[in-house]
Nanobody, 123 residues
Framework: QLQASGGGLVQPGGSLRLSCSGP????????IGWFRRPPGKGREWISSVDVEDDSTYYADTVKGRFTISEDNAKNTVHLQMNNLKPEDTTIYYCAVDTTGSSFSSSASAYNYWGRGTQVTVSS
């Protein structure tokens, strides 16, 4: 089971670090993705890491502001979010692709999803 945590309320320009832990998984064997669901829209892919070879991928909307990383010792993947904007406000989810051998930004490629964590960027 996956669990996303670390959300909260932050002012514009602030930072948050989200964490994705998976007690039932060995995350270093898989591709981990972060998604969010803007109001009234479908799931939006943000970033992924292929923990096996440390390859990282980012959507243009967050490139340069967000950084994905893994802590294999703690079986956790982090999403460091800097320079947050009001439009980053929504629920964030982490997901695992246990079946694919290559990166995909499609939500359908990820077969395990955790509960989301709310991020609110507001002054």
């Amino acid at each position: 089971q996956l669990q996303a945590s670390g959300g909260g309320l932050v002012q514009p320009g602030g930072s948050l670090r989200l964490s994705c832990s998976g007690p039932g998984f060995t995350l270093e064997d898989y591709i981990i993705g972060w998604f969010r669901r803007p109001p009234g829209k479908g799931r939006e892919w943000i970033s992924s890491v292929d923990v096996e070879d440390d390859s990282t991928y980012y959507a243009d909307t967050v490139k340069g502001r967000f950084t994905i990383s893994e802590d294999n010792a703690k079986n956790t993947v982090h999403l460091q979010m800097n320079n947050l904007k009001p439009e980053d406000t929504t629920i964030y989810y982490c997901a695992v692709d246990t079946t694919g051998s290559s990166f995909s930004s499609s939500a359908s490629a990820y077969n395990y999803w955790g509960r989301g964590t709310q991020v609110t960027v507001s002054s």
